[in-house]
């Protein structure tokens, strides 16, 4: 398998003099396709941080990050932009819907932005609904639908432009355990069978069995792999 996710002595500080704090320390690990990885760890163990450096969201303090051999340390804001559009996923904990879209017009947006032909779009927008079992709800605004039906909508959102990579933060931390269940095979299929990379932060040690590793982090440090 090729590796497509790569953090080479990844060191990653906030703050500066007696405030400095190093989150990430010397992190080295590589995500091949077909791979799907979890990480889990206590509150403040620099996992989050580690998330948002793999999604071109944040840059290390040393060391380099690269997706499919391309580093994106070297890249411009741009460069990064682009990255983050066409080849990257995001799953965060909180479904960050737009109020004023409606469901289906919350993956056509993403659609637009990656310049997809309309009657596509519309297709796959659908077809990846109707996957996540909210067909009857295409027309109806994030208030209308519960904490489970947000998440599974910026799932799909976040499924629409096709990424090689997927990085989700607590995917399943507002579902019930059925649910989750569904969303954490959906999305080792969606590994495996179209051979991209996704890395999962999970307290939820029933998710485990999904993920093909489990990285544990402490105190900016990889501590433990299984």
């Not at 799953?91 to 819907?97: C, G, K, P, T, V």
């Amino acid at each position: 398998m090729s590796t497509m996710i790569e953090f080479n002595g990844i060191t990653r500080s906030f703050g500066e003099g007696e405030g400095k704090v190093d989150v990430l320390k010397d992190i080295s690990l590589e995500v091949k396709a077909g791979e799907l990885i979890c990480i889990t760890g206590p509150s403040g163990s620099g996992k989050s941080t580690m998330l948002s450096i793999a999604g071109a969201l944040l840059s290390p303090s040393s060391g380099e990050m690269a997706i499919n051999g391309r580093s994106l340390t070297k890249l411009s804001e741009k460069e990064r932009s682009h990255v983050r559009l066409t080849q990257i996923g995001f799953i965060f904990q909180s479904a960050h819907l737009i109020p004023f879209l409606k469901v289906e017009d919350q993956l056509l947006y993403v659609a637009k932005l990656a310049k997809m032909d309309k009657a596509e779009a519309k297709k796959r927008a659908r077809s990846l609904l109707d996957g996540l079992g909210l067909s009857h709800r295409l027309k109806q605004y994030p208030i209308q639908l519960s904490g489970g039906e947000k998440q599974r909508v910026a799932i799909a959102r976040a499924w629409m432009n096709d990424p090689a990579f997927i990085l989700a933060d607590e995917p399943t931390a507002s579902l019930d355990a059925k649910r989750a269940e569904e969303i954490v095979q959906t999305l080792s299929s969606e590994v495996k069978e179209k051979g991209k990379a996704a890395i999962m932060i999970t307290h939820d040690q029933r998710m485990f069995d999904h993920c093909d590793r489990v990285i544990h982090l402490e105190d900016g440090r990889i501590r433990e792999t299984s």
